[in-house]
């Protein structure tokens, strides 16, 4: 064990067991404070309970003093009616006088006179029964016949100083328990719920108008009729676990919930607890950092030894330095001078063998970058094969789904579906970057209108400090080319100019027509990138298109940046110019040739396109049995009469025997001796008559057959369906 770990371990002796009493009390800590919470919680309940209970008898002290009112003593109904509405104006209190049968003879909630309700709504009649009739009684939660609100009554009895004559209830709307909840400002804004005896809501301070009226869950009804207070934990109804103090209010019966999130009755206790453990981790920290300088200062002259010798190993050159201890100083000055002898020996040998490698080295570089290539054109191809064929799957199986559906919400899940296939579509177009551009994907565009789309997109990469110009001539030539490799070789060149600029500057994009550098052909089209960054250095500028080459450090840059936009600029029978210079930026021209077709028009990103209906014979080639399953079957809901065939020479075997359809739909990439293109050409010269149309996830190869049409998977059925028909 070396001496540094041993004072290490000596130091951390003595603070050891100090942290673990300290870590003691902080269990200590936060279990008083937690306990603290929950005291004064359960303490704010008890008060609220009181507060409804003082609410309670404030009602039932103004029935009082209407029973004692003199137009009733006198029986002048009359009167006594207009005195009521008088002390309750507004429609969310009334006042009802009963007769000692339980029939209504006022209700200042209806005109002197009106017809009353025939029966009690309330269970006041019930508590009569349990408890008589002399003190004031307080209803659990109802609803009102007349108002068709939830409400509660206080009732108190009407004498003549001996007997009782009537009843006279306070009708309240359950609104006045939500708004005394609403007056209080309880801090942290616990939920606050009141309860009648049969565990309805009467008022909560969180969606009380949603709550009132429905009966609390099992779990609280329990727990608040086996005690007159106390607490218990559950999930409320936001789905969030709390803790719920409850208490009763002594006239109604009634309880009162205040229900606090755990994490908030465990804040405070975990901070304290906290503040205390960042404590203990600073001193320890202290403590190692002391352990460890005391080190450092007692072994420096070893360690000097050692990182002498280390040097010595890798052939470098030493310095002595003296450390002031002899012996270690005669041993290092001998050291010394074995480097000397021995880095003028390597340094011979060295110059000797640099010479023979950096030519083995030149050529092995350049053939391993065209492998590199080439293994990751064909490995990308491959992948986008598969996954469009996925996808193709998952579009024509959703379009079923959502065809088949009459439910909303599955429709709108369809298109969420829909609209996440066509990203993954588009980021599989991605994989494409080395490979041949797809003929099913290439369509001409206005190139004003792709750069805008394309600028939006370059925009959110090129981050703060950078200006963004964007500059089109009037009456550009169309280009045929694909768009989404269009799209990402400008945000390669963009990203590229971003990190040339790291202070900031100006990236311009342009776009002009141009005859043709050869001065003969149709015209181009030159989009060009400029930047005010550093510039390439000559030797830089160079190697800067070659792929993987990069001046970024590591893990910063892939060096296919413009190795993609050449690649691109080639694949669309165009070229690339690059220029820079130190200081002055680095420009580069992406020149394409003018298409003669007309531009076509965007597709609509439209997730509730229905296809049109079909009719004929249709003869489906596709190797894939999940594109087949999903395929298939939307073809015939869709009105066509299809046949299947899982290959191209299953297929050719069929038109062989005498199928006739009016259209063949093909894949492109499929086993055996017929694939998509050869079957396309046979079906061309033996049945003339016979239409074709061909799809594909990714090829290398072109279908350069007339008149036979080419689509990219993943293809949406109400396109296929158009085009068949």
């Not at 960042?278 to 002259?301: Q, Y």
Request: net charge neutral; hydrophobic share 45%.
């Amino acid at each position: 064990m070396r001496i540094r770990t041993r004072l290490l371990i000596l130091v951390l002796s003595v603070l050891v067991p100090s942290f673990i009493a300290a870590g003691l009390a902080i269990l200590f800590v936060f279990e008083e404070q937690r306990q603290a919470q929950a005291s004064s919680v359960a303490e704010t309940t008890r008060a609220f309970a009181l507060l409804v209970d003082s609410e309670l008898q404030s009602k039932a002290a103004l029935l009082r003093a209407l029973a004692a009112a003199p137009a009733l003593a006198r029986t002048d109904l009359a009167e006594f009616y207009v005195h009521a509405r008088q002390v309750t104006p507004t429609s969310d209190e009334a006042v009802v006088l009963f007769s000692l049968e339980g029939r209504q003879l006022l209700n200042t909630r209806l005109p002197l006179g009106s017809p009353l309700p025939l029966r009690h709504y309330s269970n006041l009649a019930d508590l009569m029964r349990e408890s008589g009739d002399e003190d004031a009684l307080v209803s659990d939660l109802f609803l009102a016949p007349v108002t068709h609100k939830h409400e509660f009554s206080i009732q108190v009895p009407v004498t003549d100083g001996v007997q009782v004559r009537y009843h006279l209830a306070l009708g309240l709307d359950a609104g006045m328990m939500e708004r005394l909840i609403t007056r209080q400002h309880l801090r942290d804004d616990p939920v606050i719920t009141i309860l009648d005896r049969n565990g309805m809501v009467v008022a909560r301070s969180v969606n009380g108008a949603r709550y009132t009226g429905t009966l609390a869950r099992e779990r609280t009804r329990r727990a608040v009729r086996a005690a007159t207070e106390g607490s218990y934990d559950i999930v409320n109804m936001e789905n969030v676990p709390v803790q719920v103090f409850f208490n009763t209010v002594p006239s109604s019966g009634w309880k009162v919930l205040i229900s606090v999130p755990k994490r908030d009755i465990q804040r405070a206790p975990a901070h304290a607890a906290a503040m205390l453990g960042v404590a203990m981790a600073v001193l320890l920290a202290l403590g190692t950092l002391a352990a460890r300088w005391l080190s450092n200062r007692a072994l420096e002259p070893i360690d000097y030894l050692g990182r002498a010798a280390r040097k010595l190993g890798q052939g470098e050159e030493l310095l002595h330095e003296p450390q002031g201890l002899p012996e270690i100083d005669t041993v290092a000055q001998q050291m010394a001078h074995a480097s000397t002898l021995i880095r003028h020996a390597k340094h011979d040998l060295e110059q000797r063998v640099a010479e023979a490698v950096a030519a083995t080295e030149h050529a092995q570089g350049a053939l391993l970058k065209s492998q590199k290539l080439e293994a990751l054109g064909r490995l990308t191809g491959g992948i986008a094969h598969e996954f469009n064929n996925l996808l193709q799957t998952l579009t024509t199986a959703l379009q079923a789904i959502e065809l088949m559906s009459t439910q909303a919400p599955i429709k709108n899940l369809v298109q969420t579906s829909m609209r996440t296939v066509r990203r993954a579509a588009a980021l599989t177009g991605q994989l494409g970057s080395f490979g041949r551009l797809q003929e099913a994907r290439l369509v001409t565009i206005d190139v004003e209108a792709q750069i805008g789309s394309a600028a939006q997109l370059i925009q959110g990469a090129l981050g703060p400090g950078i200006r963004l110009e964007v500059a089109c001539a009037p009456g550009l030539w169309p280009v045929t080319t694909e768009p989404l490799q269009f799209d990402l070789a400008l945000l390669n060149l963009a990203i590229n100019a971003r990190d040339a600029m790291p202070g900031g500057g100006l990236l311009r994009i342009e776009a002009q027509n141009v005859a043709p550098f050869d001065g003969a052909g149709r015209g181009e089209v030159r989009i060009r990138v400029a930047d005010s960054g550093a510039g390439m250095a000559p030797e830089v500028l160079a190697r800067a298109l070659d792929p993987f080459f990069t001046t970024k450090p590591q893990g910063q840059g892939s060096g296919l940046g413009l190795a993609q936009a050449y690649a691109f600029a080639t694949q669309s029978q165009g070229r690339l110019q690059l220029d820079s210079a130190p200081g002055a930026g680095t420009r580069v021209d992406i020149f394409l040739p003018r298409a003669l077709d007309a531009v076509a028009p965007r597709q609509a990103d439209d997730a509730h396109a229905v296809p049109a209906k079909g009719g004929g014979t249709v003869l489906f080639v596709e190797d894939d049995p999940l594109v087949r399953e999903a395929v298939a079957p939307a073809l015939r809901s869709c009105g066509f009469e299809v046949l299947v065939a899982e290959d191209g020479d299953t297929a050719l075997r069929m038109l062989e025997q005498g199928a006739r359809p009016d259209v063949v739909f093909s894949d492109i990439v499929m086993p055996g001796t017929v694939g998509g293109i050869e079957l396309a050409g046979i079906v061309r010269e033996r049945f003339p008559g016979l239409r074709v149309v061909l799809a594909s996830g990714y090829t290398e190869r072109q279908a350069a057959i007339p008149g036979v049409r080419v689509l990219a998977k993943p293809y949406a059925i109400e396109q296929v369906v158009e085009l068949l028909r």
